[in-house]
């Protein structure tokens, strides 16, 4: 525990015999739970989490999972939700919980039946924490690559100033760009802009970070099951905790690369993914957020901005082919409404975005 509130940890794992045992024995001793979610691993993983328990003496303090609230007249939403929450373990990876004592045991092995990637696992373990009420819960990758020396750091926003999302940042580590790969630092700035733009959290850098703490009320307030299952999921995640008007702050901490992982993400394949869902999550946030939850003129102000760029584009196209093949004069009309729908699209999207940042200040911490 920290300042006697319950923490767990998440450990997504697939295939990680050779660093998993390492992760798991590091953990400091503060940690309540430690959740390996094992996502049908082909290798040892799930074999030496589940002899590396029976090992184990020490059991954590009893956590149970929460109880129907009682019905009142008042509380019928709260009710409501508690059987929502029941009922949506449907929606998750089919998945057993590999312990005798799960209320008890400080180590939870989780495994999924099918493989549904990290995000789905996460997700699983997400639902485990929410389910037993835990406070703050950080998730670490199972590959070894985050240093636990850093994990209370990462907590104690969450538990000593009430933030929803704590991340990792790595970038403002000042041997970044020595020791993070270039292809993954390019990378890593790319989806960083999109994210951004997408999310709403404008001050957030190292959106790829996966060494991060979620407290319970930002479990409570979105769809666990509902996160991207791939690698998309910090992306995803943002989104979703912006909809919901969760506080966000990052923490620097160390890159750590060339340990023993074997990295299984292809930056050429996922960069493509994940702005495909980027682009689809950005209008979702525009439209849940600022226009079903709440009005705001910035959802006005990016679509007037996106609707002219569109109406500008043939306009664009016929001075192009103008100028470079018939070698014509350009007519001043079209010239004059191609002007003024660009200068206007441009002009609605940075007062757009100027609203958007200053609407979601208040959410950066």
């Not at 999109?194 to 703490?213: E, M, P, R, V």
């Not at 620097?252 to 023993?260: A, D, E």
């Not at 939850?293 to 959802?299: G, V």
């Amino acid at each position: 525990m920290l300042n006697n509130k319950t923490v767990a940890v998440v450990i997504p794992a697939y295939n990680e015999e050779k660093q998993i045992i390492h992760v798991i024995s590091t953990m400091p001793d503060f940690v309540d739970r430690i959740i390996v979610v094992n996502d049908c691993s082909t290798d040892k993983t799930a074999g030496l989490v589940s002899d590396y328990i029976k090992k184990q003496n020490y059991a954590g303090e009893t956590v149970s999972r929460r109880n129907r609230p009682a019905y009142t007249k008042y509380n019928q939403a709260d009710v409501v939700l508690h059987e929502m929450a029941e009922k949506e373990i449907e929606y998750y990876i089919p998945s057993e919980v590999a312990n005798n004592k799960p209320e008890s045991d400080r180590i939870i092995l989780i495994n999924n039946l099918i493989n549904g990637g990290v995000g789905a696992a996460i997700a699983r373990g997400y639902k485990w924490c929410l389910d037993h009420q835990i406070f703050c819960t950080a998730v670490m990758a199972g590959d070894g690559q985050m240093d636990p020396a850093e994990l209370e750091s990462i907590c104690r926003p969450v538990i000593e100033e009430g933030i929803d999302y704590v991340k990792g940042n790595r970038l403002i580590h000042r041997s970044a760009w020595i020791v993070v790969p270039k292809t993954r630092y390019i990378g890593n700035a790319v989806l960083s802009i999109l994210t951004k733009i997408a999310s709403g959290y404008w001050h957030i850098s190292d959106t790829q970070c996966g060494y991060t703490a979620i407290s319970l009320n930002a479990l409570q307030a979105i769809r666990i099951h509902d996160i991207y299952r791939d690698y998309g999921v910090p992306n995803d995640l943002l989104v979703k905790l912006n909809i919901a008007h969760c506080t966000a702050k990052e923490v620097g901490i160390k890159p750590v690369y060339n340990i023993g992982e074997q990295s299984k993400m292809k930056v050429s394949k996922v960069i493509p993914k994940i702005s495909w869902l980027l682009l689809k999550s950005f209008f979702k946030r525009l439209w849940i957020k600022y226009l079903v939850k709440d009005f705001h003129p910035l959802f006005l102000l990016y679509h007037f901005s996106f609707l002219l760029g569109i109406i500008a584009i043939p306009y664009a196209i016929k001075i192009a082919n103008i100028i470079l093949f018939t070698r014509e004069n350009v007519s001043p009309l079209t010239m004059l409404a191609f002007a003024f729908l660009f200068i206007s699209s441009f002009q609605s999207l940075l007062f757009a975005m100027w609203m958007d940042i200053q609407d979601n200040e208040r959410l950066y911490k």
